[in-house]
């Protein structure tokens, strides 16, 4: 059977993961606060690829029970929100911490604070296997994934490759580890 992964958040970051997902061998659950995009995205994954696998759904909740994966691409100012709605059925189940932000002056470098998010989520889900994936590089190729469950940084390295990003694992959450600057 197949994995299904569940995105939460179809701005940028989760649309584009979408789209490099949709040819792998995934169930596909779109979420996002509009329906209407969630709807959008699915129906042109499907134009796309049409043995593709994909449904919009319309609450992160059941997509999040129905999931093996979670991928919270939701913005900062409502990942609180989310993880508290969709603890109880995260339990045991991989959550990725989806991050693409650079700092607003585009140095090129990553924001301190954005390198924390998966930190903070595994304290808002304790219960769950949290990745942090940050994507960056000029080229957008390179995906760091920080988490402290080795199973699950496995599982989300090939994710990641499938993807079409180059996986770098990061063993430490400091802003100072010259892998992301």
Known sequence: MKPTIAIIGLGNSGTELA???VDGPYRLLLFDQDLVNAQTLASQLLQSTPLADVEAINCQVN???EADIIVLSAPESS???VSDRIREVATCKIAICLTTFL???DSGHLDPARIHMGEELQ???PNSKVVNLVIMGEERTDAFLISTHQ???ATVSTL???AGWNPVVVEDWSVDNPKFL
């Open 19 to 21: 789209i490099r997902l």
């Open 63 to 65: 997509a999040s029970w």
């Open 79 to 81: 990942m609180n929100a």
């Open 103 to 105: 700092n607003d002056d």
């Open 123 to 125: 304290q808002k889900l």
């Open 151 to 153: 199973e699950a940084l």
């Open 160 to 162: 990641v490759q499938k």
